[in-house]
Every structure is written in structure tokens, then in C-alpha cells.
């Protein structure tokens, strides 16, 4: 169980208060209501873009990093497609130039053009890094784009294409912030060695008087149905053959979701899960196989992602998927495998909690999605779902017309490695 | 009216005393020490049993990691998917960790689970049976994620810079192929389990809220084995490369080279490592280092740039690392050397000294937070062969090294000659 108070201010910051007296430490996270998929399609990758912006330097401050190292501080930042959270961990006497920081920055940004040509940079690279120098490291941007044809889940993060970075306007990144940016859009998280009343304090102090501002009405595009069945090849020079596959799942807020969560810990959840022991193990078709989900707060994807054994055939090894699959559909799983998930489960929550960083990350995270409490009911949620529940789902999501596969093919026949590597070496 | 452009009163991160909380330690009947630290807040337990099993004791490459990885894989009475399943019906995690001089076999659980699972991990370093079937799945699997990794410049580099700064013979610089992979036969394993986990030098460090019968629980398990061998190590010698300069084109795709530059540098024991923990954080240790500020914050030439001294037992090597654009490695290289020289030659400025050795204090009092975190700090101290005072000295010299001393530690060690240098595209 985990303790916590919240108030909103009255320019509509939301503020949670989680207490620990065991530890010297406070963490302090701001997370915003802004993700990729609050992005114009035509300018990808700027809520990503942004938050590197978000160091270059606020209204009253140069920078953000060199107070707060040197309050002994350290922090970081993440973007996804449905939110951004910035983080920082210091000493808990020293909780105030946090408030500092954080407050001044939602009051406003220097904008500075040098800070945004760097990023632009920065952000380039990253792309590339991520994405571009990897083997298969693009098979995201064509696995959305072929899930999704209206939702902007359809592009990543990072943005559909690294153009759409480079040519990111000084106006665009203004215009994103006061949209944006805003106390009504966030939400700020304290935890640790911290007092309720002192964050009270502190609270109504550095932020309480940051105008509201105009509230943002999300306006998404849902994602209608799909209909069909999706199937895209590639051909590249990767050494493996890999399949992906991926069907659309329920909302985070829907109950399905935890039905999914389980789903996915069956097919691929460790070493004793039913693709890795039918298709790794006895088998022998795949090398590593994978299954997960997006995660995300609008409806998401399920996914399944393997790397061929050399020899096998993209299509033996697809077949032999949707044979488990199908079992899943006409056979209820046993109820040791699902007292094993739950057990699982409630020991990697458990282990989550340890963290301080981490209880308040997900205190954010849940209240965004509309309570900071569904962190101590989520156990109980997955504790409810039952055998027949899963049979369901499976026959709901398992079906080719809510598929999308890709194939992706490798050029490389013979395995060539260490040569090159060998002969260099003196 | 509230004035934004005046920061709040601090604390210096360098007044705080930092006490690391003492474990609790025992032996077992055999005389295998125990660690542990009985506290905190979830109902969970870790327990690491540390092996003296690393590749450095190895006659033939690979062979430490495929036993490590392989343990959980059979024994006399279950096969792999049974032991698997019985550890994950109990929600219970199991890893294996192989490293130069150690391997680790490492349960994270509930604590109320201990006893279930206690006897398995029993089972495993006595029983094991290493099947041939296992193996060769083992064998197929690495080669294939091998060939992958092959592509990746990162990877590429990080495993010649290891190479060049210790020899390819080296336990440091030895690297896993795809000949070494296929070579490993069933008996070496064997030979390698019998030496190393059946007839052992273990100790074991853990953490959470422990059960009353903690103790007794453990001397039961595992108090009767032959887990406290003196263990004869062979002793290795670094050989560096003959030449400095490498280039490497390992993917005619490219966009990004990964740049390495690294030096030798003496185990941690040497009375200048500590002083140059503070020297590398600011020269690239930290996101506000030099190397950041003028590489990724200032040119936008890369996404990010470290340097770090590495974490072995014995000799260690000082390393700049970073991914850059094909087209910017060049300068990126030179940026290296550049702000080498600043440091050689301008004494740090005071403000920017006091800021590192705040982060840094910062840092180490987040480091002890919590039992699971505090019994990493004595695992790290233990298995190096230190105690506390060395971690009191460490924090000693963060609060008290001087610009000059630092001044005098990089023209010592920041010295381009002293450097290899890769690149590989």
C-alpha cells in the first residue's frame, strides 16, 4: 500500500505527496498531459524534440542541470506517445531547488535559437542511433504504420522522418509550449524524506501564481476497425529472417487490458512460457521470441516479434505461431499457468515499488490516467481475471482481419563474422 | 512578489555525512560468509550467490558463460522447463550473470517464498547435468544473436577496444566468436561445474525482509556442500596493442561510427584511482560534463559522450566512448583530445569543482538508499577485497581533492600517446 496525499492548485496543478522517512532522498516529477500523439502529422517528433529543449535554459534561469548538480542532483526526462515526464532526485534538504527549476520552467522557456539548432542536432543523432544504425532498427516505424491509418500511434516517438526535426521552427516550439505547457496539463509528484505540509507550502510558493493558462482539449483521431488482414515484406541486409505480428488490443483503462497483460505473459512472459518452450525450445524455429504490448493509453498493440533459425521459412515459422495461438482461442489455460502469471505479477509490483524514483513515477502515471490510487488496486485487478476471460480475448484479438505481419528478410545468406575484425587486429 | 531569478538556499551536497549502514555477516557450517541486510518496506528478498567462476578461470573460451547460463537447464531430477516453471510459479525471478572473475546465480522473490525456493538453488549447483540437447540450443541461439550484434558498430567496438587495452588472451579482452561458441563440448562444461560450482568458492550477499529462520535456512541448504575451496588464480598479463590508431568499416551503411579512446589505468586499489573518480566525472562522467557540454550541448555532434574507468578486480582501463554522425567523427575525435589538454593545462575553477563534488555526493548518499542498494555498495567493497574505509576514503577525497591535484592527475593520465584509439563505422 502506498501512502500519498493530493491537492490541486488553483490554476489547476495537481499535486501528490508520497511520504518516506526512510530515505535522505526526494524525488521530485512533472509529468505533462503531451505525448506524440498530441502531434500534427505534418511536424512529428516535436513533443520529443521538446523536452531536450526543456534544458536549454528558462524565463529566469540559464540552465537547469548546473543548480541542480549542484544541489546534488541528478535527473532526467522520457517522452512517449501519450505523455512526457521529467525527474530529478536530490537530497531531500535541498528539495527547494527543484521547485525552483521545475516552477520556472512551466512559467516559461528562454527560447533560445542556438538551444534548438543543438537539439535539432542531438535529436538527429539519437534517430539515427536508434533507429537508422541497427539492424531492424526501423521495423517500428513500419509496423505503426501499417496498424494504424488514422491514429497518430501510426509514428513514433523519435517522429516519422528525421526532416520533420531538422526543419522545427522557433515559432512551432513556442507556439507547443503555451498549447501545452501548462499547470492545468500537469501534474507533480513529491516523494520521499518530505512532509505534506511543507510541500504544501512549497507548492503554493514557486508554482501558485504560474498563470492557467487556456486548457488543451485533446482531439484525436480514434482508430476505426480494422477489417482486414495487413501484410507488408521487406528485404534487408540483417543476418536473420524475422516475423513480426500485431493485433489491436483495448484501451488502458479498459478492463481488457489486464486480460492482455496476462495474454502476453503466457505466450512469452520467461523461459517457461508456451512460445519460447513450443517454438525456441522443442521446436527449434526460432532463436529468441518475444510478445508484448505498447502500453499505451488509447487502444494499443499486442505484439509478437522472432528471429528465425537460419534454415526455417518465414512461413513454417508464422504457422507454427498461430498454432499456439489457435490453442489459446479452444482451450482454457491451466490454472497453475495463470497462478503462475498472477504470482509474477504481484512480485514484479512489488520489486517496482522498492524504488523511490519509481513509486513516484508511477503515482504520476496513474494519475494521469485519472487516479493516483489505481496503484494499489492494479494487484487486484489482475488478480481478478479469470480462465475464461483470457479464451475470450484471445478469440477477440487473434483473429487475421485484426493482424497486421511483416516479414522481414534477411540478404545475408552466409554468416560472415570476426574476419574483417581478426585480420585488423596487430 | 516572488524573485525567480534568486535560487534557494542549499545545502553543499559535501557537508552531508554519508554513512553506509553496516550488514549483518555470518558463516555458514562450511565457512562460506553470508551478507545480508534484513529491512525495508515490500515484502521481497534477493539473494546472490557469487561464484568464483568468471572466464578468467577458463581453459577454453566461452566455457564460464555457457556453465553459468546452462545451470538451470536440468539436473538429475528435473528438466529445463520444470525448473523454470517452479521458480516462476512461485513469481520468483532467477538469473545468471557471468563475469570476468566471478558468476552469479541470483533470486529475486517474495520473502515468504525463501523456503521453497532455497532447495532448488540446492539443486542446481550440486545436481546439474548440462544436457547435450541444451547445448546445442545454447550454441545455435548465441551464434545467431551473435551475428546480429556483429552489425552493430557499438557492439563492434566495444569488444576491440577491450583487445587493444588487454590482449585478446586476456580475461578483460577476450571476446566470444562464432568458432569459440561452436567448440564447446558437453564435458568442458561439466569438467568446468565440477570445478567451480560443485567444488566452490561462494559467498553469498542478500537483502529485504528476511525470514527469523534466515540463518538456519541457509546453513540447512547449502552448510554441507563443498563451497568454501581455496580457488588458485592465474594470474594474467595485459597486453596492449602495437598500434595506437584503428579503423574499422564494419557496415558499408553506416551512418554513425562508434569512437572509442581508452587508456590503461591501475586497479582501484592504486592511490591515484579514487582522485581520478573526480577527475572523470567532470571530464565525462556526468551529463554536465566537459565532454557533454561541448560535444552533445554544444556541437550536437552526438546523442551522448562518456568516459568511465572500468569496473574490474584487477587492472582497469580509463575509456571515452560515444556514437557520432560518420561525417562529424573526426572532429568528435578531436574534441576528445581537446578537452584532454584544457584539463592538462587550466587548473578546474572552483565553482565547477564544488558543483562535481556536490553531484557526486548527491549521488553516492542515492547509492546507499535502501538495503537493496546498500548491500550492492558492501557486495562491491567485499568481492574487491575492501571495507569501509575505503568507501569513507572515497568519499574523503571527493570533498577534499584539490584543482591542483587534479590539474597534476591529467598530466599524468590525460595524455593523447598513452591512447587508443577506434573507430568503426
Known sequence: MINFERFTLNNGLRVIVHEDKSTPMAVVDVMYDVGARDEDEEHTGFAHLFEHLMFGGSLHIESYDEPLQMAGGENNAYTTNDLTNYYCQLPAENIETAFWLESDRMCSLAFNENSLEVQRKVVSEEFKEQYINKPYGDVWHKLRELSYKEHPYKWMTIGKKLSHIENAKLQDVKDFFFKHYTPSNAILTVAGNVTVDQIKQLAEKWFGDIPAGKKYDRKIKQEPEQKEPRMMEVTESVPLDALYKCWHIASRLDKRYYVTEIISEILAGGASSRLFQSLVKEQQLFSSIECSHMGSIDPGLLYIDGKLLKGVSLEVAENAVIVELEKMKTE?????????????????LAFEDISLMNRANSLANYELLGDANLMN???????????????????????????????????????VMDADVQLRYP | MLNRTIAPPIKDAIDFDITLKDCTRMSLSNGVPVYYINDGAEEVAMIDFVFEAGNNYENKNGVAVA??????????????????????????????????????????????????????????????????????????????????????????????????????????????????????????????YRDFYNNAKCSIFSAGKLPADFEELLDFQFGDLSLNNKIITVKHTRELALQKKHFIRNDHNGVQGAIRIGRPFPDRKHPDFKKAIVLNTLYGGYFGSRLMGNIREDKGYTYGIHSYLENHLEESSWVVSTEAGKEVCQATIDEVYKEMELLRNEPINAEELLLVKNYMMGLNLGYIDGPFQIISRWKSLILNQLDENYFYDSIRVIKEVTSKELLELANKYLVPEDFFELLVI
Open chain 1, 332 to 348: 482454457l489455460i491451466s490454472k497453475v499457468e495463470l497462478e503462475k502469471i498472477k504470482n509474477k505479477t504481484e512480485s514484479m
Open chain 1, 377 to 415: 488496486t492494479e494487484l487486484e485487478s489482475y488478480q481478478a481475471v479469470t480462465r475464461e476471460e483470457i479464451m475470450e480475448e484471445c478469440k477477440r484479438i487473434f483473429v487475421d482481419t485484426n493482424c497486421s505481419t511483416l516479414y522481414y528478410r534477411s540478404t545475408i545468406k552466409e554468416t
Open chain 2, 67 to 192: 556453465t553459468n547460463h546452462l545451470i538451470k537447464n536440468g539436473t538429475t531430477k528435473r528438466n529445463a522447463f520444470e525448473i523454470t516453471e517452479y521458480f516462476e510459479y512461485y513469481g520468483a525471478y532467477l538469473s545468471r550473470k557471468c563475469y570476468n572473475e566471478t558468476a552469479s546465480i541470483t533470486l529475486h522473490c517474495l520473502a515468504k517464498h525463501l523456503k521453497e525456493l532455497l532447495p532448488l538453488i540446492r539443486e542446481l549447483i550440486t545436481v546439474s547435468i548440462f544436457p547435450q540437447s541444451e547445448l546445442e540450443i545454447f550454441q545455435q541461439n548465441s551464434i545467431q544473436r551473435l551475428s546480429v550484434n556483429m552489425l552493430k558498430c557499438d557492439f563492434v567496438a566495444n569488444r576491440l577496444i577491450d583487445q587493444y587495452l588487454y590482449g585478446p588472451n586476456h580475461p578483460y579482452g577476450r571476446v566470444s566468436t562464432k568458432e569459440n561458441v561452436e567448440a564447446i563440448t558437453r564435458q568442458d562444461v561439466l569438467d568446468f
